[in-house]
DNA sequence: TTCATCCCTGTACGGCGTAGACAGATGTTA
DNA sequence: TAACATCTGTCTACGCCGTACAGGGATGAA
């Protein structure tokens, strides 16, 4: 069950909406956090180390505090996670320059700062976060569209669709860095271990999986890059989105 | 640290390929499981409820036997959601039609493979799982796209986003679907709720987001269907997928 | 000075993944 | 048949997790 907290709530502490009321007139100690102060604090946790994600405790742990104290600022962890979430997206690039060129350049910034963020990818999937740093990037982006003369419908599904690119590319390109820390094993020697591995499981492999190794064995442009997979994804991710406006005709 | 169980095991688990020592020749109980059992039963608990998951103790208890059991049979969790990854593969069409309208087609039922199993959707992410299903999934689009005369560089990248899509489209449905369920709340209701409590707390949104109301406000087109998220995601997602494979030119 | 208010803390519950020691069943071997 | 090596499943326990609940102490208004 766990009852998540009212929307409203949710929507009220996104933009810090205080209900004007100013300065305490009441009784009780007075607060000795506030919410901008734990949701930079756990940004930084969770940059830390990408892998554990923030705990409740370990950000209590660092602002000096007991876990249970963070429920007086913020309802339950999913709520903080939709702070963090949005609070990131104040450093994504707001304007966009003109034409394709401009998404295309865009879009490659703002899988940057997923990657700077890589917690952040998983949040940002389900129903929107509607925050006020979330709400101005995708506003640049609908923006941009609706310079190009297409329709609402058309401009709609892009803004979805290019989207899906970007996270797809952030998730994979970070996944990739994270395993490789993890385990110490990076892309080109864990790639040589697995190939290894399969042919010894799978000695025909080449001859039921003919597409694959076309596929892999003659696109294979290493150069060296330990972080190859970072280059290639986004490489590809240009690409994507300059075919997905290219021929999204204004017309149509 | 958890260290990760070897690369060569976890294939070898996923081929379920035995050392061909055939027949037990070894002292000591027979089993009374198999991977096959454990991992078909995982996916059935998945299946039943998404939104929790599966739990090493709960599929024991299901199976009859101790949590530790399942550690005689697998090597960790992620394995065993590696092993549940690549059996859901198996329900996915293999074979690609002629053209781009095949390519499309065919994305879409791989979609709704996914959203049978929305617990395997993250577990896509990250490196490739290696497993036979999957592979042969992989195998259909890239002997689909050799056809084509792509070359090998531009069909890994298409391959790459296309999947991008795939999953992209599969999360965001499974997601709604998933947020109506818990909250009981549906995507239309939820969204009059959110626009209330947004223009509460933020009255001069539509002047601060102009681009946001076009996009959403004249493409609303909503026709009562209750799981119109889903089929306007499957649009997209076709219109995506055609001005992929249409802007990708043999050439190139 | 009284008192209502509010912040913070302590304790606790029920979950999780899984490490480690061990009991019992089993097939082979003497 | 008896001894043994081997393997399977269990029990217990550790250290995490999110968070419900009750209450202590500080605080400002009356």
Not at 37 to 55: F, K, M, T, W
Not at 135 to 155: C, G, H, I, K, W
Not at 158 to 183: C, K, P, W
Request: no cysteine.
């Amino acid at each position: 069950m766990s009852s998540a907290p009212s929307l409203k709530r949710v929507i009220a502490l996104l933009w810090r909406s205080q209900v004007s009321g100013e300065e305490r007139r009441h009784p009780g100690p007075r607060p000795r956090l506030d919410v901008d102060r734990i949701v930079d604090e756990a940004v930084a946790l969770a940059d830390e180390n990408p892998s554990a994600g923030v705990s409740m405790r370990a950000l209590a742990g660092r602002l000096g505090v007991t876990p249970m104290t963070l429920y007086g600022y913020v309802p339950d962890k999913g709520t903080l996670l939709a702070l963090m979430y949005d609070s990131i997206h104040a450093e994504m690039p707001r304007v966009v320059g003109e034409g394709i060129s401009g998404v295309v350049d865009w879009v490659e910034e703002v899988v940057e700062v997923y990657l700077r963020h890589p917690w952040a990818i998983p949040v940002a999937y389900g129903r929107p976060i509607l925050g006020p740093y979330e709400q101005e990037v995708f506003e640049s982006l609908a923006v941009a569209l609706r310079r190009r003369d297409l329709d609402a419908q058309t401009a709609r599904g892009l803004v979805g669709t290019i989207f899906h690119l970007i996270r797809g590319t952030a998730h994979a390109i970070s996944a990739s860095r994270q395993a490789q820390e993890e385990s110490g094993v990076d892309e080109r020697a864990w790639w040589n271990e697995a190939s290894t591995a399969l042919a010894e499981v799978v000695p025909d492999f080449a001859e039921r999986f003919p597409g694959t190794v076309w596929l892999v064995a003659e696109s294979e442009t290493d150069d060296g890059d330990h972080d190859y997979v970072a280059r290639h994804s986004m490489t590809n991710l240009r690409t994507g989105v300059r075919l997905l406006l290219g021929g999204a005709a204004p017309g149509s």
